[in-house]
C-alpha cells in the first residue's frame, strides 16, 4: 500500500509558503497541463514577469488581490512510493486558527523562515503550535537563500535559533534544516550547486523519510461512532458498532471492555470494507460485533481489557484559543472527545504562553489565538490519555454551547 504523507507548511507572512509548495507541485511533474497554463495566464494578467507558482494554492478572490493565504488550501501529489497530502496555512497572525487547523493531523511540519529577514513573531508562534501539537517532525525551510548568497553561517544561525524556540515550546520531534529557494527552485526536488557545503536531504527527499507509522503498537481503542441496527427480518439480531480504530490492533476472541461504563465482553467478529475479517488495525474503518448484548452507543469507547484508559470528569489541557470571545473562568463550554460530547465549565485559567519571549505568563482571560493552560470541570466522564502519547484520545476541541462554533483546540498533558 502506497504510504500517506500529510504534510502543513507555516511560518510568518511573505515567507513564500505557496510558492514552495507550487514549486513541489511543478518540480515533481505534479501539475496537469491546463492548472499549468491557467497559472500562466493569470501570471501574465497580473503582470508578473515570471510564472508564479504562488497561484497554484492562493484559491480565494480575496488571496489572489491582496497575494495572501487567508484560507487552508490543500493540494494533494503523488510519487512512485508516496502520496502527500498537503496544507499551505496562513502566515498573518489573525489567521493563526486556520494553521492549527492544518497542522492538527500532519505528519510533518514545514515552518518557512526568510533568510533574510529571519524568524518573526509569528514564525515562533507556528513554531509553539508545531510543539503544542506534538507534530512528528518539523522541517525547517530556509527560505530565500539566493538573497543573501546562499551564506552557510547564516542559515545555520538561523537554524539553530528557530530549533532552539521549538524546544522552548515544548517540541522533542526530530527537527531538520534545508537551505532552499522557492523561486528557483534550489533543494526543493532537485539539489542545488549553490549549496556545497549542504550533505543533508533536499526538501522533496526530506518528505519521502516523514512517513509516520500507524499507531497499532499499543492497546485497542475503538471511539464508537454509529450503532448500526439493520431494520429488516433478515437482520433482526445484527448490532454492529461502527468508527475508526484510533489506536493498537483489534483481533476476533479478543477481551474488550466498554467506557465509561465498563461493561466487558469478547469481540465475535469484525468487518473493514464490507467484508468480514480476522484482524484489523489503526487508521481502519471497521465494524464490531459483540459476544454479549450491551448497552452501547455514539461517543463509547471499546478498548482492551487488559488496559483502559481512566474515565476523568476534570481536566487540564493546553489550548489555543480560536474565538474573538475572550475566554474567562466560569466559560460554559461543550467538549467534544473523540465522538463523546460532554457540557463543560471553564474552572480556572492557569497560564497564557507569551510566544515572542518564550515566558509563561499568569493570566485571567484567553484572547484569540493565545496558547495557554485551563482547567475544566465536566459534566460527565471521558477516556483520555495525554497527548504525547495518543494524539486520538489526547486531543479534544471547545465549542460554544450557543452559537456551536469550534473556539478551542485542546491537548491533555
Not at 85 to 96: E, K, M, R, S
Not at 103 to 110: E, F, G, L, P
Not at 174 to 202: F, I
Not at 225 to 251: F, K
Amino acid at each position: 500500500m502506497t504510504a500517506v504523507v500529510r504534510v502543513a507548511t507555516a511560518g510568518s507572512v511573505d515567507d513564500g509558503k505557496s510558492t514552495l509548495i507550487g514549486r513541489l507541485l511543478f518540480d515533481s511533474k505534479s501539475l496537469m497541463t491546463d492548472q499549468l497554463d491557467h497559472v500562466e495566464e493569470a501570471s501574465r494578467r497580473r503582470g508578473f514577469g515570471r510564472t508564479e507558482l504562488a497561484l497554484l494554492t492562493d484559491g480565494l478572490r480575496a488571496e489572489r488581490e491582496q497575494g495572501i493565504t487567508i484560507d487552508v488550501a490543500w493540494r494533494y501529489f503523488a510519487t512512485a512510493d508516496r502520496r502527500f497530502i498537503l496544507a499551505d496555512t496562513p502566515g498573518h497572525v489573525q489567521y493563526t486558527r486556520n494553521m492549527v487547523t492544518g497542522a492538527s493531523t500532519a505528519d510533518v511540519a514545514i515552518v518557512l523562515l526568510d533568510a533574510e529577514r529571519g524568524a518573526t513573531d509569528q514564525t515562533r508562534r507556528h513554531l509553539f503550535i508545531a510543539a503544542l501539537l506534538a507534530v512528528p517532525r518539523v522541517i525547517l525551510a530556509v527560505n530565500k537563500m539566493d538573497r543573501v548568497a546562499f551564506d552557510r553561517v547564516r542559515y545555520e544561525v538561523l537554524v539553530a535559533d528557530a530549533e532552539r524556540w521549538y524546544r522552548t515550546g515544548g517540541g522533542t520531534a526530530p527537527v531538520l534544516g534545508v537551505p532552499l529557494s522557492a523561486l528557483r527552485g534550489d533543494n526543493v526536488v532537485d539539489r542545488s550547486a549553490e549549496t556545497p557545503w549542504y550533505a543533508g536531504p533536499t526538501l522533496m527527499e526530506a518528505l519521502h523519510e516523514s512517513v509516520t507509522p500507524p499507531d497499532d503498537h499499543g492497546p485497542a481503542r475503538l471511539p464508537v461512532q454509529w450503532v448500526i441496527r439493520p431494520q429488516d427480518e433478515a437482520h433482526h439480531d445484527y448490532r454492529g458498532l461502527a468508527g475508526r480504530l484510533a489506536a493498537g490492533t483489534l483481533s476476533v476472541g479478543d477481551d474488550v471492555i466498554v467506557m465509561p461504563a465498563g461493561h466487558t465482553s469478547k469481540v465475535a467478529r469484525l468487518e473493514s470494507g464490507g467484508a468480514r475479517v480476522e484482524c484489523v488495525r489503526a487508521g481502519e474503518s471497521i465494524v464490531v460485533q459483540l459476544k454479549d448484548d450491551l448497552d452501547v452507543s455514539r461517543g463509547d469507547l471499546v478498548c482492551s481489557l487488559a488496559s483502559p484508559p481512566p474515565a476523568v470528569e476534570f481536566l487540564e489541557v493546553d489550548v489555543c484559543w480560536l474565538s474573538s470571545t475572550i475566554l474567562r473562568p466560569g466559560a460554559r463550554l461543550t467538549v467534544k472527545h473523540t465522538t463523546r460530547r460532554v457540557k463543560a465549565v471553564v474552572e480556572e485559567i492557569v497560564h497564557r504562553r507569551d510566544v515572542t519571549e518564550g515566558a509563561i505568563e499568569v493570566a485571567h482571560q484567553l484572547s484569540l489565538n493565545d496558547l495557554g493552560r485551563i482547567k475544566l470541570r465536566l459534566a460527565g466522564p471521558v477516556c483520555v490519555e495525554p497527548y504525547a502519547e495518543s494524539r486520538a484520545l489526547g486531543s479534544l476541541l471547545l465549542i460554544d454551547e450557543a452559537s456551536a462554533d469550534t473556539v478551542g483546540a485542546a491537548m491533555v498533558r
